[in-house]
């Protein structure tokens, strides 16, 4: 009852926490929207000031384009939101250039001005009639045909200067710096889930915490077909969702999208109200901007992992209340049997290395004797003596002395089967039993194995190396073996046949060797 009733508060708190995720993103794209909106009433409202101005000071006079630098150097120096103000002929040709360089205004001499009639806003403002105002996609500046590095990401909004007679003298363009734009849209709202996207119409990233996606499109061919760096690639089901419709939000093995498309001209469309009369339209190439939020599935799954583990503690909370009765009666049959448990251990294996014991390993030998006389399956014991073991006892220690002997029961461990047992029967003494086991071959080269893994040096606390060698005895069962001492005496007897060879080496015992060590 108890896990029936966590379950279901768990799934209403997941249910819960989810809707409340879902209205946070589309509140947060909606603040995300009005803030970027928000930001074009400004320059908006100053090119075409600035065209009014302009308009009434440079019809005829000669002193116009001296004036018309002070008008235009003036609004720079008070308006710090543009990286350039200009003015270019009839004819796109640049007659005035200020630009902003690390905060410091510099008028362009005419000698360095450029043609713009060649850039796409240029050409999309000809049909501009006075008070039109032409805004260009958000790209990053270039200058002399060249992407300004570090990056300046740039609006330009550009209006005609027509004369009183109705001559279009030229056009006033202000490139608009658009970081701080794009920085307060990443940080108007308070969301630390979700991954704030800004996409143009073409779906590349305008904005995104992953930085290397942005602004693929500008050093990509204008002709290049299914980009891997757009939000379609990359999504496509979502992508597809958001053309067709001007909203939306989707769940799926992605995580959760949240979207708005939006058109920038709305931000500046005048509101018409009685009496009052309305601003000439504005003239704007035909782009969208798609405002994203994107949680990711880790995220969501991160989420209910959280409230999961809050219902699990609840549910183990009960569940120790509800069971302290049992748990205090089971308790005293655990200790026992743990107790039990560690006797046993202690009755069968070594302390020092974990491996078996004398007792245990003739108690093992027992039940393969009896094996191999019933049903003839062979078997091998290999004895192992270290050589010199005193020698680092006196020189570095016991403790110095434990490490190597440890070591020395892991390279066993490692170089023998899994139904094999290794055991440690005396100081420096262990006997390996090798089960089911035909041909000597086998047992001769687990002890070669052994031998060469020895090759390696123990290193000891105390920072010295010290290498392992040791003698090697292996005997096989025979049907006129008479027990595990018969045997051990055998392995034993060809252990000291390695020593007498010089140590460090390997003797199987063979007929008619003296069977006393």
Request: with cysteine.
């Amino acid at each position: 009852m108890i896990f029936l009733g966590i379950t279901a508060i768990y799934q209403d708190k997941v249910a819960g926490k989810e809707e409340l995720v879902r209205i946070d993103q589309n509140r947060a794209v909606s603040i995300r929207t009005a803030c970027l909106m928000g930001d074009f009433n400004v320059p908006f409202a100053d090119v075409r000031i600035l065209a009014d101005i302009l308009s009434y000071g440079m019809d005829g006079d000669k002193g116009a384009t001296e004036r018309a630098v002070r008008v235009l150097y003036s609004f720079a120096e008070n308006k710090r939101g543009y990286g350039q103000v200009r003015f270019l002929d009839a004819g796109g040709f640049e007659k005035i250039r200020i630009n902003r360089d690390l905060g410091r205004l510099k008028i362009v001499p005419q000698d360095k001005l450029q043609p713009k009639a060649h850039r796409s806003y240029f050409k999309a403002a000809q049909n501009l009639g006075a008070g039109d105002v032409y805004v260009s996609p958000l790209d990053l500046n270039i200058e002399n045909q060249q992407i300004e590095v570090p990056h300046v990401p740039v609006i330009r909004f550009m209006t005609p200067v027509v004369s009183g007679h109705g001559d279009r003298l030229g056009h006033v363009v202000l490139n608009f710096y658009a970081a701080e734009m794009l920085e307060r849209f990443r940080d108007v709202a308070s969301d630390n889930l979700s991954n704030p996207m800004l996409l143009n119409d073409k779906g590349y990233w305008l904005v995104s915490n992953d930085k290397t996606l942005c602004w693929a499109f500008m050093f990509e061919a204008p002709d290049t077909q299914n980009s891997e760096n757009t939000f379609a690639a990359h999504y496509p089901v979502i992508w597809q969702q958001v053309q067709q419709g001007s909203a939306g939000q989707i769940r799926n093995g992605n995580g959760l999208f949240t979207w708005r498309t939006v058109n920038p001209a709305f931000a500046v469309s005048p509101k018409i109200g009685e009496g009052v009369q309305a601003y000439p339209p504005v003239a704007i190439s035909p782009y969208k901007w798609v405002v994203m939020q994107h949680v990711s599935a880790e995220k969501l799954t991160a989420m209910k992992e959280h409230i999961f583990t809050t219902c699990a503690w609840v549910w183990i909370v009960l569940s120790a209340i509800t069971g302290l009765t049992l748990w205090f009666t089971l308790l005293t049959i655990q200790q026992s049997q743990k107790h039990r448990d560690e006797l046993e251990v202690l009755a069968h294996h070594d302390w020092l290395t974990g491996l078996s014991n004398l007792p245990h390993i003739f108690s093992k030998l027992e039940v393969a004797c009896d094996k191999a006389a019933h049903d003839g399956i062979p078997f091998f014991v290999i004895y192992i003596d270290l050589d010199d073991f005193k020698f680092v006892n006196d020189r570095y220690g016991h403790e110095s002395g434990n490490i190597v002997l440890r070591h020395v029961a892991s390279v066993l461990r490692k170089n023998v089967r899994l139904t094999d047992t290794v055991a440690r029967i005396g100081g420096d003494e262990y006997v390996i039993l090798l089960e089911s086991m035909s041909a000597s071959d086998k047992a001769q080269e687990i002890a070669f194995n052994i031998l060469t893994s020895f090759e390696q040096p123990v290193k000891l606390e105390c920072g010295s190396n010290v290498y392992v060698k040791a003698s090697i005895g292996i005997a096989g069962w025979t049907k006129d073996i008479t027990g595990p001492d018969d045997l051990m005496k055998r392995a034993d007897t060809a252990m000291y046949e390695s020593k007498n060879e010089g140590k460090n080496t390997i003797s199987l015992f063979m007929e008619g060797q003296d069977n006393v060590a």
